[in-house]
């Protein structure tokens, strides 16, 4: 397994892949990720680019993730995948699965509506349009490729627990309703490791839990299940004139991810179908 971009997903990722008896090589940008990652059984190995990797390293690969984030000069960001890709392609010779991790960002604005792989995308933020040139990337290679439509992730070390506790929260009262979509990287790391198992070439999956919701009914809700203070209820007006332009991009993409294809084919159920369901788990891990 080979695993490009070992950040929060990847380093989960390449635990499951370690205790299926798999080998594990990962690529990471920073000395200090190898330090975190090589005493869990990794091999991790610093590049700033896959095109770095040893071509015998790059034909002895079965399984790949890609999960290396855009990257952002000045103030442009752009999908790396086009500079490395169509070069390292040719040399990966027994790749069977390859899996790229992509954003439901890539869908754009759907009005509160509903939308599925089938959805047809219209990203109106950069970040979304350079996903999806990433996607193309990955099925233009000639590998038998997968995209994952990521929704918000969350799970230990990564959530709102601690911005919510700690006060002054703001939340918008958008008319409608901005939905949001998440899951637990738990169940992100189960859809992968059922992917891989089960590979199927050109297939885009969704991976989102089962509440879609509100995302001021949300953070809401989530604050009163933890004792923190409730979130400061913004109207439109005062969310557009506050928020940063990264944070109104994500308003302006308004949709519930739909999950049926994740359910039929990779996850029957989910560990955490909803943020409900999770918290106790939350709580757990910090006291531990």
Known sequence: MLILGCGYVGERVAVACLQQGMRVVATTRSAERVAALEPLGIEAVVVESPLQLPRSLLAMV????DSIPLVRDGSEMYAPQTQWLPQIASHLTSVRWAGYLSTTGVYGDACGGWVDESTVCRPASARGRERLTAEK???????????????????????????????????????????SSRIH????????????HSPRSGRIVNLADDMPLPHAD??????????????????AAEGEAQLSPALLDFFRDNKRVSNRLLHRELLATLNYPD?????PALLAGERS
């Open 62 to 65: 079965d399984c790949l993730l």
């Open 137 to 179: 990337a990955w099925f233009d290679s000639g590998l038998p490729a997968e995209v994952f439509r990521i929704a918000g992730i969350y799970g230990p070390g990564r959530n709102l627990l601690g911005r919510l506790r700690a006060g002054g929260y703001k939340a918008v009262q958008w008319q409608p309703p901005h939905f």
């Open 185 to 196: 990287v738990d169940d992100i790391v189960a859809a992968l490791l059922a992917a891989m």
């Open 218 to 235: 949300y953070v809401c809700e989530l604050a009163a299940m933890v004792g923190a203070p409730a979130p400061e209820i913004l109207t």
């Open 275 to 279: 943020f409900r369901a999770a918290v």
